[in-house]
Structures are given as structure tokens and as C-alpha cells.
């Protein structure tokens, strides 16, 4: 059964640090790119974090470089969400999600390029 699970969310202080993680229980992803993706109240959703199948790659949202850090360890088939310095705006629910393709090169930031999601985790910094 294809099946994501992310966890790790919770009530952080601006400043403050988290890990999220994504488990893929059906250890279906292993040559899948997998992203993290957000979705405030209101708003769309929008491309947070990309892993390429290897590792080999990352890409980041420009509004998060340099504080978030995407990684993978295939061997607990878990994708991971390091969170710092975070901020009030980045208060959302968080969703992994794995690319429709295996083995694509290239990371795409488009959520309509992910065919498999996990239930969200919420986030919420407190300024």
C-alpha cells in the first residue's frame, strides 16, 4: 500500500528549530525525487524542498534557503525537513510528496508533478 506519513510537526517560538519527517511505509519511493510542499489558510500550495532519488540533488524555495535543509536516508526509507530560525509566515501544513517519475534528473517544483501525498503535518511559529 503506497502510503507517506509525515510527523514532527507542533507549536514552535520564532527563532525556534524543527524536524519533520515523511515515512514511506510501503518503501515504494526509493528512486522517486521526493519534495516538501506548504499550505498556509487561504493560500496555494507552494513547492518548499526537493531530494533527488540519490541525494545527489537539492532545491529549495527561495523564501527558506538557508534555513531549511532537505535530506533522505533510504536505509529508514524517510525523507526529512530540518527547519530553522523559523518564522511566523512559515506557519502551515506541511505535506511530502513523491514524483510521479522515478529516476528524474531534474528536481520540479511543481506540486502537479507529485502524484503520491501524505496527510500534512501542521507547523505553527508564534511570533
Known amino acids: 500500500q503506497v502510503q507517506l506519513v509525515e510527523s514532527g510537526g507542533g507549536l514552535v517560538q520564532a527563532g525556534g528549530s524543527l524536524r519533520l519527517s515523511c515515512a514511506d511505509s510501503g518503501r515504494t519511493f526509493r528512486w522517486n525525487n521526493m519534495g516538501w510542499f506548504r499550505q498556509a489558510p487561504g493560500k496555494e500550495r507552494e513547492f518548499v524542498a526537493a531530494i533527488r532519488w540519490d541525494g545527489g540533488s537539492t532545491n529549495y524555495a527561495d523564501s527558506v534557503n538557508g534555513r531549511f535543509t532537505i535530506s533522505r536516508d533510504s536505509a529508514k526509507s524517510t525523507v526529512y525537513l530540518h527547519m530553522n530560525t523559523l518564522k511566523p509566515e512559515d506557519t502551515a501544513v506541511y505535506y511530502c510528496?513523491?514524483?510521479?517519475?522515478?529516476?528524474?534528473?531534474?528536481?520540479?517544483?511543481?506540486?502537479?508533478?507529485?502524484?503520491?501525498w501524505g496527510q500534512g503535518t501542521q507547523v505553527t511559529v508564534s511570533s
Open positions: 510528496a513523491a514524483d510521479h517519475l522515478q529516476l528524474r534528473r531534474m528536481l520540479v517544483p511543481s506540486p502537479r508533478e507529485y502524484d503520491y
